[in-house]
């Protein structure tokens, strides 16, 4: 199994990226998918995910400017990232995991895989 993640940059304040992470080696349609971010010196935290139902989660910090999806087709989980802001700056990771329900999707522990992250620098 592999996750590839992509789509990281440097962009100026209330601009906008789309993350995406590609899934190879597993039925990405029967999986959640999810982000988290690392920013320097601090823990990994949660950002979004969505079920295998496409039913969604986000922490509250992203609500209203971050959206996530999916595309089971081409086994990708998206991370359409608007109005930026400096404290969006991190390394950006996608996570797979099966079984999940919508109280876990928040939770580091409950991924099975993860990708390589893909660095997010928003400048003031």
């Known amino acids: 199994v592999q996750l590839q993640a992509s789509g990281g940059g440097l962009v100026q304040a209330g601009g906008s990226l789309r993350l995406s992470c590609g899934a190879s080696?597993?039925?990405?349609?029967?999986?959640?998918g999810a982000w988290f971010r690392q920013a320097p010196g601090k823990e990994r935290e949660f950002v979004a995910a969505?079920?295998?139902?496409?039913?969604?989660s986000y922490t509250d910090s992203v609500k209203g400017r971050f959206t996530i999806s999916r595309d089971n087709a081409k086994n990708t989980v998206y991370l359409q990232m608007n109005s930026l802001k400096p404290e969006d700056t991190a390394v950006y990771y996608c996570a797979a995991g099966s079984g999940l329900i919508m109280s876990t999707l928040n939770r580091a522990g409950a991924y099975n895989y993860w990708g390589q992250g893909t660095e997010v620098t928003v400048s003031s």
């Open positions: 969505i079920k295998w139902s496409s039913e969604t």
């Open positions: 080696g597993l039925t990405f349609r029967r999986y959640s």
